[in-house]
């Protein structure tokens, strides 16, 4: 088991119904300014169950871990052109750090 990273799951009526994942980054993470960064890796809310704040709830606890761990930052990304995501982490509270496109070598 990794005490840097963790996944909490929404239930209604017993039934999973979103998820949200996130871990400490000790790695550089745009425009924060402490090491470890609390960084969402992933979340999810299924499509009958999305815009009843779930996503929020469990946003929240993510942060919560993440200060309980010592973090000050807080952090996540999306894909550029992925402007539902976008919309989401901007609705959340999140802030624009960086426009980037990540490149790989092809040979």
Known sequence: MDDNAVC???Y???EPVAFAQCQLR???VERTKSSPVGYLEGIFVSEGY???GYAAE???KCERWARDKGCTGFASDCELGNADSFRFHM???FEEAN???RLRFRR
């Open 8 to 10: 909490f799951i929404k």
């Open 12 to 14: 209604v009526d017993k």
């Open 26 to 28: 000790h790695d550089y």
């Open 50 to 52: 999305r815009k009843k």
């Open 58 to 60: 469990l946003l929240s």
């Open 91 to 93: 609705s959340l509270g």
């Open 99 to 101: 426009d980037v496109t």
